[in-house]
């Protein structure tokens, strides 16, 4: 069975245990529904592809919590070089490619490459230890358990359903306040208002 956006992301939240979760674009629409812990950070940034480095810095500043990051074909795409920073850096972070093949929240539109690009073997020739390739969302729910076991990093790169008609998703709360939330949860003071 192929694998839908909402099953991927489903069996993501049901193997995270406490750590760090960074959704971004078009997962921002599906995980708010699956988690609104504190330590979820919808991140929507102004320019595509900075969720990876986003997660790499949480993971190295919070090795005891662990950080997975949901980001696009297209998301990555504008940011291959993360992948090589990822595996001089190790730390406990799990990237999660949820590829299907479009920009999904600017209309559907092909990315370079999709269909053809074979993201396990781009991770594994940045050097990153531990990849996966899942295109069943049966296979991917029973091998999840392996997938979060242990340390990081990891990559995973899931081949979902393409969805259409999406609008662009919106955070579940302004960022400021995703901020503070984030930052009271991993025990640092909230910034200061000014």
Not at 5 to 22: E, F, N, P
Not at 99 to 127: K, M, S
Not at 173 to 192: C, T, Y
Request: glycine residues 12%.
């Amino acid at each position: 069975m192929p694998i839908s956006l909402s099953d991927a992301l489903a069996v993501v939240a049901d193997h995270r245990g406490d750590r760090i979760v960074i959704p971004t674009m078009g997962a921002i629409s599906v995980w708010p529904q699956l988690s609104d812990a504190p330590s979820d950070f919808c991140y929507m940034p102004s320019s595509m592809g900075q969720g990876t480095a986003l997660a790499l810095g949480l993971a190295l500043a919070q090795p005891q919590r662990g950080v997975i990051v949901l980001t696009g074909d297209g998301s990555l795409l504008m940011n291959l070089g993360s992948l090589v920073t990822i595996a001089q850096h190790p730390a406990d972070l799990w990237v999660i490619l949820l590829d299907n093949g479009q920009y999904e929240i600017t209309g559907g539109q092909p990315v370079p490459g999709g269909g053809r690009t074979d993201y396990a073997l781009i991770a594994r020739g940045a050097g990153l230890p531990r990849v996966y390739h899942f295109e069943d969302a049966d296979t991917w729910r029973q091998s999840a358990g392996e997938v979060f076991r242990g340390t990081g990093p990891v990559f995973v790169w899931l081949r979902l359903c393409p969805r259409q008609g999406q609008q662009t998703p919106k955070p579940p709360r302004p960022m400021a306040e995703q901020i503070d939330r984030l930052r009271r949860e991993l025990g640092v003071e909230p910034r200061a208002k000014s």
